[in-house]
């Protein structure tokens, strides 16, 4: 009797030791998997993501033997702000944004011809944030002509041409901060009539710009110090639309009358910026290589697509989302292209890779309070009012070439209010359509574009 009695309490505590263990094991990977994301999150106070009413002008950055800065269209450091011609309103600034994203897919669409993208002296320009369809969010200032205007211009990566309103504006201009480039005072004015081949090529590449071309023309771009003499530009006389504020555009796309094509002897195709990480900082633009190359850049092959030549391609192949890679089959993205964009706002990717990102970004998140978006671009947004700071999930992006792309952590969230918080990337509706790495996630970063080379760079804390 005594023997059963001891076999079993022994056989009690054996049972209550396991079940002790696993309790343990249980307790210690929740604690494991917690601290996992706990270090693999951003901290950030609310009030951080606010955007600020002073100018913040950054004076760091590669040293360039001329700079251009960059700034935010809606922030405090461009001048237009002061007279208020210019008002932030996100709702329109999304609502054009998924404009840029339809006109964009409309052109890949329209030219399914079943090819894939394939691999294939320094200034600096400080750059402003614009947000327009087909302006971009980030403007500089050049000069136009002899003597010089200064015309602020969005630079865009995915058009080419470079045009600026022009008087007499025979048909109508729009308000625009800097005065309006008048080419009867300029010494150094050419027109070019139409119709003649280089006009017929300046009108082909009128994306962004206004639709009708009555005339192409040559001027001196003054870049900073630099002098850029028979540069082919487009001078706008029917303007409209979405471009209040600015003068025009400045096209770094990759077709032939690009300011990166058109300035290859000078600057050997090659630029780079940094787009501030607020609307209340600056960044820079630079056309040209400089003396030396950062060695914490991090070089992807450059892709292009041949019937599409003014966009940069990249060769997107993974993301993770607080530090675990999210598992995603490869032919979700070998399926479908990817491009980089100045202009867009928001970072499109297929639906699939989406919903995995949704779901790992809303199991971290899970702390705070889900709202409905008041945009109908997002669909994971959270009400941060009572909250002081905020933990968000760290953001990688996978690249060929073995790069990986740690987003800044102000292009994580994307602020419409204190009381709306929303996951800074969309779907796209077709898992056809191409994938688009926007501006909201390069703030921060240095993106170098190496054309010759075929390669694109990018490297962290690129602004200060």
Not at 167 to 183: A, H, L, N, S, T
Request: glycine content about 8%; overall charge positive.
């Amino acid at each position: 009797m005594a023997t059963r009695f001891s076999y079993f309490v022994r056989c009690i505590l054996y049972i209550y030791s396991l079940f002790a263990f696993l309790c343990l094991h249980a307790h210690e990977a929740r604690e494991t998997t917690e601290s996992y994301h706990l270090n693999h999150t951003h901290t950030v106070q609310v009030s951080s993501l606010i955007p600020s009413s002073t100018c913040t002008a950054s004076t760091k950055g590669p040293k360039r033997e001329a700079s251009l800065t960059v700034t935010h269209k809606y922030g405090p450091c461009f001048q237009s702000n002061k007279d208020q011609l210019l008002v932030l309103n996100h709702t329109e600034l999304l609502l054009q944004d998924q404009s840029r994203v339809n006109s964009i897919h409309s052109m890949f669409s329209k030219n399914s011809d079943g090819n894939k993208l394939r691999e294939s002296q320094a200034t600096t320009i400080p750059a402003k944030s614009s947000l327009s369809i087909d302006s971009g969010n980030y403007i500089v200032t050049v000069g136009l002509g002899t003597l010089k205007t200064d015309q602020t211009l969005a630079f865009d990566t995915g058009t080419d041409l470079t045009w600026a309103q022009c008087k007499p504006c025979e048909r109508q201009c729009y308000k625009q901060v800097d005065p309006i480039f008048d080419p009867s005072k300029s010494t150094s004015y050419t027109n070019i009539s139409c119709p003649t081949p280089l006009c017929t090529q300046l009108t082909s590449s009128t994306r962004g710009s206004p639709k009708q071309c009555f005339n192409s023309n040559e001027e001196r771009l003054t870049i900073t110090s630099d002098m850029l003499d028979n540069f082919v530009f487009g001078c706008g006389q029917d303007n409209k639309g979405l471009f209040n504020g600015i003068a025009g555009l400045l096209g770094l796309g990759r077709g032939q009358v690009s300011l990166v094509q058109q300035a290859a002897q000078k600057y050997s195709q090659f630029f780079s910026y940094c787009l501030p990480s607020t609307t209340s900082s600056t960044g820079y633009l630079i056309l040209g290589k400089g003396s030396e190359i950062s060695s914490s850049l991090k070089f992807t092959p450059m892709l292009t697509l041949s019937q599409r030549q003014s966009f940069y391609g990249l060769n997107l192949i993974g993301i993770s989302v607080g530090g675990q890679k999210l598992s995603i089959s490869t032919s979700v993205f070998s399926t479908m292209d990817t491009i980089i964009d100045s202009g867009m706002v928001i970072t499109r990717l297929p639906p699939t890779a989406y919903n995995a990102l949704r779901t790992k970004f809303r199991e971290i998140m899970r702390n705070y309070p889900m709202i409905s978006s008041s945009s109908s671009t997002f669909d994971t947004c959270y009400d941060l009012s009572k909250s002081q700071s905020v933990s968000i999930p760290s953001i990688s992006f996978f690249f060929g070439g073995d790069v990986s792309v740690n987003l800044d952590k102000v292009g994580i969230l994307y602020v419409l209010r204190q009381t709306e918080a929303c996951s800074a990337f969309a779907g796209n509706r077709d898992p056809s359509n191409i994938a688009i790495f926007g501006n909201e996630q390069q703030k921060g970063l240095e993106v170098v574009y190496d054309v010759v080379g075929e390669r694109i760079g990018f490297r962290p804390g690129g602004c200060s």
